[in-house]
């Protein structure tokens, strides 16, 4: 499975972004899928999951109720819709997948990354 992040940007403090994640190779849908995120000199952090279906998701407790992370399988790609953003949330943000259906916020249980989209929210 390959995936391409994008949508990253800069954005004021409040505002909003949406980052999209393009799965593409062998059952591409069936994954479950991550978003994480690794600002300067600090370790890689979950942001949020969704199950294969999109019946499932877990978040956070950082961004919960300001994030929002969602599918589209006909099309192979996962959003992070970012609202309320805060300068705290400026950070690379990669999204990852791995062929389990159970979702689990730890980055070592996730087999392909994409190569990460950058978001700077200025105060």
């Known amino acids: 499975v390959q995936l391409q992040a994008s949508g990253g940007g800069l954005v004021q403090a409040g505002g909003s972004l949406k980052l999209s994640c393009a799965a593409s190779?062998?059952?591409?849908?069936?994954?479950?899928v991550a978003w994480f995120r690794q600002a300067p000199g600090k370790e890689r952090e979950f942001v949020a999951a969704i199950s294969w279906n999109g019946g499932f998701t877990k978040y956070a407790n950082s961004v919960k109720g300001r994030f929002t992370v969602s599918r589209d399988n006909p099309q192979d790609t996962v959003f992070l819709q970012m609202n309320s953003v805060k300068p705290e949330d400026t950070a690379v943000y990669y999204c990852?997948?791995?062929?389990?259906?159970?979702?689990?916020?730890?980055?070592?249980?996730?087999?392909?990354w994409g190569q990460g989209t950058l978001v700077t929210v200025s105060s």
């Open positions: 990852a997948a791995r062929a389990a259906t159970v979702l689990t916020t730890s980055r070592y249980q996730y087999n392909y």
């Open positions: 190779g062998r059952s591409a849908s069936a994954n479950t």
